[in-house]
């Protein structure tokens, strides 16, 4: 039966990967079983839309999966897998920044191995932020989720709303090496990139949270961002707010699992403003000295080499950029070639 396998893989989706295997065998061996029982009722096979009905009963595939979580305490278990993983991407990339930022101030300050232990120290209370912030974060979402009279995936309360229908094919639609696209993922998507706003938003007032003590050694360095890094700030944060926004809206409408082909040409074109606002920078200034008349002398070519790699890092972005554009443009083209062709036959 197509629609149980259907249903069997997006549960899956969801299982603790360890157990996955087991799970879906026992499960899929239980639902057999009540299957045969309601044919044997019958005494045919189920109809389209009695077997979508005998699943609909079931619930949701999250809510089937979160029955096999442990118990969890702070998120609940329907929620807890995606918070889980968005967690573990969130400390990655948090101690990725970290590490970068502090190599750079090991290697142009005068603090030595002290600096280098601190930074070790402080590590773990960076970390212990970012979880504060991603736990708040899945905390207004599991309270949205169950006060929402929208269908949510996440809520057990909006069952009733799901539709068997829309299950995605068997193993279609995945990318080679890429799985295909859960709720789950939609919903960490969201999550890392409201984390991400957030963070970002933070720099100009709290530079601390990101940055560490690096925020104070920008202070205190000899160079201050010149008025065309701002306004790329400021591009990439309504970047951010464009694609939280899209991503938001699709889990809403529950159209998650559709194809977001346009939306990404348009990320891809605003994305590509940023790096050309610096390539196109007057005299190429991106980083300037806040007392020029006395620290040209000492620090002139320590800035010549800052905003050099400021433009050819740039440069590269913006090539990127534009070859992941021209690329989605061409599979654009592409598909609606195909299906003209397919139209006129």
Not at 101 to 120: D, E, K, N, P, R
Not at 175 to 203: D, M, Q, T, Y
Not at 206 to 217: D, I
Not at 302 to 310: A, H, K, V
């Amino acid at each position: 039966m197509d629609l149980l396998d259907r249903y069997l893989q997006a549960v899956k989706k969801h299982l603790p990967w360890k157990r996955q295997d087991d799970i879906i065998a026992e499960l899929k061996a239980n639902l057999e079983s009540q299957l045969e029982e309601k044919e044997a009722e019958l005494g045919r096979p189920l109809t389209r839309g009695e077997a979508e009905d005998w699943l609909r009963e079931m619930g949701s595939p999250l809510k089937v999966a979160a029955g096999y979580q442990r118990q969890q305490y702070l998120i609940g278990p329907a929620v807890f897998p995606t918070f889980w993983f968005v967690l573990r991407m969130a400390w990655f990339w948090v101690t990725v920044a970290f590490v970068i930022g502090h190599a750079v101030q090991f290697a142009t300050s005068s603090q030595g191995w002290s600096g280098l232990w601190y930074a070790v120290i402080l590590l773990p209370v960076v970390l212990m932020m970012t979880a504060g912030w991603v736990t708040l974060t899945f905390a207004i979402i599991e309270f949205t989720a169950a006060h929402s009279s929208k269908r949510w995936g996440a809520n057990p309360a909006a069952s009733a709303g799901w539709n068997p229908s829309s299950l995605p094919p068997v193993d279609q639609g995945a990318a080679p090496g890429k799985g295909p696209r859960s709720h789950g993922r939609a919903v960490a998507e969201v999550a890392l990139g409201f984390l991400w706003l957030v963070l970002l938003l933070l720099i100009p007032w709290q530079p601390y949270v990101l940055l560490g003590p690096g925020a104070a050694y920008l202070l205190n360095s000899p160079f201050q961002l010149g008025p065309v890094l701002i306004q790329v700030f400021w591009w990439i944060v309504a970047l951010n707010v464009l694609q939280v926004g899209w991503r938001l809206a699709d889990l809403w409408r529950g159209s998650w699992h559709e194809a977001r082909t346009a939306q990404e040409i348009a990320v891809k074109a605003v994305g590509l403003i940023p790096p050309m606002l610096v390539l196109y920078a007057r005299d190429h200034f991106y980083v300037l000295l806040k007392h020029p008349l006395v620290d040209q002398a000492r620090y002139g070519a320590t800035l010549e080499s800052i905003n050099r790699s400021i433009y050819w890092t740039a440069a590269v972005i913006c090539i990127i950029v534009a070859l992941q554009l021209a690329w989605e443009l061409w599979r654009l083209g592409m598909n609606t070639h195909r299906r003209r062709l397919a139209a006129s036959v």
